[in-house]
T-cell receptor, first 109, second 115 residues
Framework: QKEVEQNSGPLSVPEGAIASLNCTYSDRGSQSFFWYRQYSGKSPELIMFIYSNGDKEDGRFTAQLNKASQYVSLLIRDSQPSDSATYLCAVDNNNDMRFGAGTRLTVKP | GAGVSQSPRYKVAKRGQDVALRCDPI?????LFWYQQALGQGPEFLTYFQNEAQLDKSGLPSDRFFAERPEGSVSTLKIQRTQQEDSAVYLC?????????????FGPGTRLTVL
């Protein structure tokens, strides 16, 4: 079992819809959780992080964390074609950060 | 500069050749990380520095891989006697260090191709 699991996709949603990206992790000692966006041929770009159970909203993005279920998600509201990218979930335990393989999202105009 | 920089951006090496990849972190960032990213995969941890101290090198795949950060700023990842399986993008990231949240900011990466 991988330490950080993501559905590889591709996930395809129409423009304006909500995209839901999911991630599970195995290390119960994990303290903080990150979502990165990676465009093809580019390096990962931090979108947001969360460390407390519940929801955290930033513009069109909402991160959700459930430590009991070892589950993190990212919701993208009003999806735009420019959101098409691979989304990486990362889980950190005191500077030991592990990444999932990423979910490829396509937003169709 | 404002962000993490890496050089070279692209490197083609013949099998058996030694290569050196450079990372210049964000000014003032204490922590520096190296990752290897294969096509279609997430970044895989290689090694981590806090200032000049290499605190974790458990991800280095073999003793052909060596990293240093002698003055606690610029870091070099060296790969000796490169093999085809070393072909990947090598990403460097830095973070402020300290505190509870360790946001990492990535450089553009070095794409290594071993022929």
């Amino acid at each position: 079992q991988k330490e950080v699991e993501q559905n590889s996709g591709p996930l395809s949603v129409p423009e304006g819809a909500i995209a839901s990206l999911n991630c599970t992790y195995s290390d119960r000692g994990s303290q903080s959780f990150f979502w990165y966006r990676q465009y093809s041929g580019k390096s990962p770009e931090l979108i947001m992080f969360i460390y407390s159970n519940g929801d955290k909203e930033d513009g069109r993005f909402t991160a959700q964390l459930n430590k009991a279920s070892q589950y993190v998600s990212l919701l993208i509201r009003d999806s735009q074609p420019s959101d098409s990218a691979t989304y990486l979930c990362a889980v950190d335990n005191n500077n030991d950060m592990r990444f999932g393989a990423g979910t490829r999202l396509t937003v169709k105009p | 500069g404002a962000g993490v920089s890496q050089s070279p951006r692209y490197k083609v090496a013949k099998r058996g050749q030694d290569v050196a990849l450079r990372c210049d972190p964000i000014s003032g960032h204490v922590s520096l990380f190296w990752y290897q990213q294969a096509l279609g995969q997430g970044p895989e941890f290689l090694t981590y520095f806090q200032n000049e101290a290499q605190l974790d090198k458990s991800g280095l795949p073999s003793d052909r891989f060596f990293a240093e950060r002698p003055e606690g700023s610029v870091s070099t990842l060296k790969i000796q006697r490169t093999q085809q399986e070393d072909s990947a993008v090598y990403l460097c990231a830095s973070s402020l260090g300290g505190g509870q949240i360790h946001e990492q900011f990535f450089g553009p990466g070095t794409r290594l191709t071993v022929l």
